[in-house]
Each structure stands twice: as C-alpha cells, then as structure tokens.
C-alpha cells in the first residue's frame, strides 16, 4: 500500500492521562442489536462489560467493523470480558439511547463512533462522569479529549486521509473532481473533503451533500449525473462509500477518474479498471482494537497512544494490491 502521504501532519492532539478502575471475573459474550436497553439488560452480570455503540449500519463497511468486534470478544473470552453492540444505521436518538443503555447496565468502556458530537455531547459527558472510559472510533478525533475518562481514538486521521486521495488524482492527472458527501452532518467526510481541497486546490474540487444519499441510490445516481452535465471541467469522481460511488459509476462519463474510500465491492471496480484506488482505514482493526484496550485497560492498567490516536491506515489499494486484499475480503476482514 502506498504511505508516503502519511506525513508529519497528523494532528497535535493533546491528550489526558488515563487512570483504570474496576476489575475483571468470569467470561461471557452478548451481541446487542435494536432495541438496545433490552439488549444491555440481557449481559451477563458477573463479568464486566465492554459497550460498542456506533451510528454505522451493518452493510458492506459495518458488516467488517462488526467481524473485529465479534472475534476480539472470542478472542479475550477469557479475560472476563462481555462485549455489547448497537449498530444506531445513522439514527441519533438510537445511538443516544444505546449509549444510556451502555451506561445503565453499568459498562467499564464504552467504544463509540461520533460523527456529530453535539448530538452525543451530553450523554458520554454523564457516562464519563460516572466513572466510565471512553474510546472513539472510526469518527470523533478530538471531539472528547477533555472528557476526564477519555482514553483513545481509534481510526484514521480523515483530512490525511483525503490528501491521499487527492494526491492520487494528481498522479492520475485529473483536472477537477466531484466530491459526494453521503452524510450532511458527519464531520469526518467534510474533512475528507478538506484534505482533497488541500492537494488540488478548492477551485478544483466540486463538493456536492446529498443527505442519506445510501438510502436513496437512484436519487443519487441522478444528481452525480447533473452535477456532471453542468461542469464539464469534471473529469474525476470520488465517493466517501463505495455503496455510493459504485452504483453511481454508471453515471459518470466514460473515462472519468474514480476513487472511493473504504472497500465493499471497490476491490473488483479496482481489479476491472473501473476504478483508480480505494483509501483503506482498516474497519476490522477498528472494531477489533477498542475490545482489546479496553479489556488491557481494565485489567492491567495498560493505556495506549500517548495522547495521539492509534491509526488504522489509511492506506492505498489499486491495481497493484487489490487481489492480496481481494483475498482477504472474502474472509470478511478486509
């Protein structure tokens, strides 16, 4: 994978000290769904419990998110850790109330994505408040370092990983792109966009929101169509899905350079010519990682990242790397 853009411009992030609290008994394992507080209440009472609450859903990015979740729970089964999960599919009241859920049923950690932190501002405030650790993921760098049991986030740095982006259309020659934001309010795939504008210059980047565009694919499509027959200095598509921008290469014209971020179905786009890259951050680790902190953190006083988050990538996959990871996609892991 390329990581020459991963340079000295990751964020200075500062960060608090993390004190440990709490212990560790028998093992045990629930997997949480919709409704979360029922789900919560069902874990077992005498280990302890580890909360994963994110606002994904469980398509092609979430489904991977999920397998790490799942087998560091069997992994660390025997270090007295039960492991609950609410997958929120971009509904804030549900991720609001997965978190309370979390902290009710009287969870150490609780791991959360935060693609809106005024949204979930008030509730990891109360739960940091009683006591419990907190780890972002996938979303939310920075967002909470001033919380006093905030430990770590996990994931990649979003604007380095948009400069990657960008400098691959560079090298690809493009001469204007078409950015879609699929979620108005995550802040994370503005920085994306960010990070691109930074390497090819804000006159040559065109960012179009289309909200829940997922949940509306021919909506989509139409409006990534238009915004190409108005401009027709576009020459470049990137999504920040591939459950967007796959569908949506149909609507492009033919030639038009295209990249995604994550994988999905990118890996075959990629391997078919269809598609130049995919920026890859790694979700396995991301679910995979916050169990294993959290379990180290709760039983032997171990913290990680030094005030800087634990990056999952962002790497590069194209042609040159795209059957390995093929490989691995079918395992479910990549």
């Keep these: 994978m390329d990581k020459d853009f991963i340079d000295e411009e990751l964020t200075r992030l500062s960060r608090k000290g993390l004190f440990l609290k709490g212990g560790a008994a028998a093992a045990g394992l629930t997997v949480l769904g919709s409704p979360a507080a029922a789900a919560f209440a069902a874990s077992n009472a005498s280990t302890f419990k580890v909360a994963i609450v994110t606002h994904g859903d469980t398509g092609?990015?979430?489904?991977?998110?999920?397998?790490?979740?799942?087998?560091?729970?069997?992994?660390?089964?025997?270090?007295?850790?039960?492991?609950?999960?609410?997958?929120?599919?971009?509904?804030?009241?549900?991720?609001?109330?997965?978190?309370?859920?979390?902290?009710?049923?009287g969870a150490k950690v609780i791991a959360t994505s935060v693609p809106d932190a005024s949204a979930l501002k008030d509730p990891l405030r109360k739960a940091s408040n009683k006591g419990i650790e907190i780890i972002t993921v996938n979303s939310g760098l920075?967002?909470?370092?001033?919380?006093?049991?905030?430990?770590?986030?996990?994931?990649?740095?979003?604007?380095?990983?948009?400069?990657?982006?960008?400098?691959?259309?560079?090298?690809?020659?493009?001469?204007?792109?078409?950015?879609?934001?699929?979620?108005?309010?995550?802040?994370?795939?503005?920085?994306?966009?960010?990070?691109?504008?930074?390497?090819l210059g804000g006159s040559n980047v065109k960012v179009l929101t289309i909200p829940n565009a997922k949940s509306d694919i021919p909506g989509t499509?139409?409006?990534?169509?238009?915004?190409?027959?108005?401009?027709?200095?576009?020459?470049?598509?990137?999504?920040?899905?591939?459950?967007?921008?796959?569908?949506?290469?149909?609507?492009?014209?033919?030639?038009?350079?295209?990249?995604?971020?994550?994988?999905?179905?990118a890996i075959k786009e990629i391997q078919a010519g269809r598609m130049l890259f995919a920026i890859d951050q790694q979700q396995y680790l991301q679910g995979y990682l916050p169990v294993v902190f959290a379990v180290l953190y709760v039983t032997n006083?171990?913290?990680?990242?030094?005030?800087?988050?634990?990056?999952?990538?962002?790497?590069?996959?194209?042609k040159s790397n795209a059957a390995k990871v093929a490989a691995l996609a079918k395992k479910g892991t990549r």
């Design 60 to 105: 092609s990015f979430w489904s991977v998110f999920k397998k790490g979740v799942d087998q560091a729970a069997k992994d660390l089964k025997s270090r007295g850790v039960s492991v609950t999960q609410v997958y929120a599919n971009n509904n804030v009241p549900n991720q609001v109330a997965g978190i309370n859920a979390a902290v009710a049923s």
């Design 221 to 265: 499509k139409a409006k990534v169509k238009a915004a190409f027959n108005a401009d027709k200095k576009l020459d470049a598509f990137l999504g920040l899905d591939p459950d967007v921008t796959i569908p949506c290469i149909s609507s492009v014209p033919k030639g038009t350079k295209i990249g995604t971020f994550d994988v999905g179905g």
């Design 301 to 318: 006083l171990n913290t990680v990242g030094n005030g800087q988050p634990v990056l999952t990538g962002p790497g590069i996959i194209n």
């Design 142 to 199: 920075g967002a909470f370092d001033s919380l006093p049991t905030y430990e770590v986030h996990i994931g990649q740095t979003e604007d380095v990983a948009g400069k990657g982006a960008g400098k691959q259309f560079k090298k690809a020659g493009a001469k204007k792109v078409l950015i879609v934001i699929h979620e108005a309010s995550n802040s994370g795939l503005q920085q994306r966009a960010t990070g691109v504008k930074s390497v």
